[in-house]
């Protein structure tokens, strides 16, 4: 009888007298910071004078990799620059085709 009683308490959950450790696992809210993927993808495919949209495409890339990874810093960087080659492209792009649409129309005049 002794013996069982014995192998009974062995069974039972073992008495620490530590603390209960915890880990606690912070989330931070994902960042929304554009990336200009699809602004750089039209550029590359309709106005793409000098290659600027396919330059601004690549480093639409690069931002959405970064911002994979998680280092926002970078992400801004060239997300900032992919826009500035958006814009000069866009505008490039904008004048050529005007000026090709004007040079056509009074070009039919003559």
């Keep these: 009888m002794i013996k069982e009683d014995n192998e009974v308490g062995m069974m039972e ?3 620490n007298s530590r603390p209960m450790m915890s880990t ?3 989330i931070q809210p994902e960042t929304v910071m554009p990336d ?6 039209f550029n590359t495919i309709f106005f ?3 290659c600027l949209g396919f330059v601004a495409f690549s480093f639409s890339v690069k931002s959405r990799d970064r911002k994979m990874v ?3 810093i970078g992400a801004q960087s060239y997300a900032s620059t992919a826009k500035l080659l ?3 492209a ?3 792009g904008l004048l050529v085709a005007i000026i090709l649409i004007i040079y056509f129309v ?3 005049f003559k």
Excluded: E, K
């Design 106 to 108: 009074v070009g039919t």
């Design 13 to 15: 959950a073992p008495q």
């Design 90 to 92: 866009l505008v490039l």
């Design 48 to 50: 793409n004078p000098c």
């Design 70 to 72: 998680g280092d926002v």
């Design 24 to 26: 606690v696992v912070h």
């Design 86 to 88: 958006n814009i000069v």
């Design 36 to 41: 200009y993927i699809v602004w750089s993808l």
